[in-house]
């Protein structure tokens, strides 16, 4: 990586750090973008290259950890739906585990926030939409018409979601991924029903 792109990535870094660190302490709606630029000794100008509002930087990450679920279910070895649906999962929860301080203040805001909420509920939904489409596909059946692969991600996304918000409520403490694993494989049973009834169903077609 060159000087330039370092320098960059410890900017972003420090603005996350700093923009935290001021909502905890001042609240969100009384942190101004000047301040975080400061609190992180960048230039008001430094943070807009990186966020384009103060909601965004709330929101960092997101769409990194969404690309990387797709990508662990899709690199899966796993012969069944569960399995690498768990291995998604598990995925979500190393990279939020990987920052516990910043996700846990983060995930308060959201709590506290009716426009960060709406937003957090958008990106919730962009996930079920994405992982819908990759259940179809890894069942061969249409995301459209057929339920089972948009139940199968949906339910899944919820066991994630009652994970970290417990894990949240505990102030980041203890073990995510084993937290989320205990959550997901309570969905086992539902998850192999619908793969099995996915699959029943296309050889009757077949045959």
């Known amino acids: 990586m060159d000087q330039r792109r370092m320098r960059g990535q410890r900017n972003r870094v420090a603005l996350i750090a700093a923009a935290v660190e001021l909502f905890e302490i001042e609240g969100y709606d009384a942190t101004t973008v000047d301040q975080i630029a400061a ?14 509002t103060k909601e965004d930087i709330l929101f960092d990450g997101y769409a990194e950890r969404l690309d990387e679920a797709t990508r662990r279910f899709r690199a899966s070895r796993s012969t069944t739906l569960w399995g690498a649906l768990s291995e998604t999962s598990a995925a979500v929860a190393e990279a939020i585990a990987a920052q516990p ?15 960060l909420r709406a937003t957090r509920l958008r990106i919730n939904d962009d996930w079920i939409d994405q992982m819908t489409r990759e259940v179809a596909r890894w069942l061969d059946a249409d995301p459209d018409s057929d339920l089972r692969p948009r139940l199968a991600a949906t339910v899944v996304n919820g066991a994630n ?15 995510l991924v084993a937290l989320m694993g205990q959550a997901v494989v309570l969905l086992r049973p539902s998850i192999n029903r619908i ?13």
């Open 161 to 175: 979601r009652a994970a970290i918000d417990t894990w949240v409520a505990r102030d980041g403490r203890g073990d």
């Open 39 to 52: 609190a992180a000794g960048v230039a008001p100008r430094t943070y807009f290259h990186h966020f384009a």
């Open 195 to 207: 793969e099995r009834l996915v699959r029943e169903d296309r050889r009757r077609h077949v045959g």
């Open 101 to 115: 301080e910043i996700f846990v203040v983060r995930a308060r805001m959201y709590a506290s926030h009716p426009a």
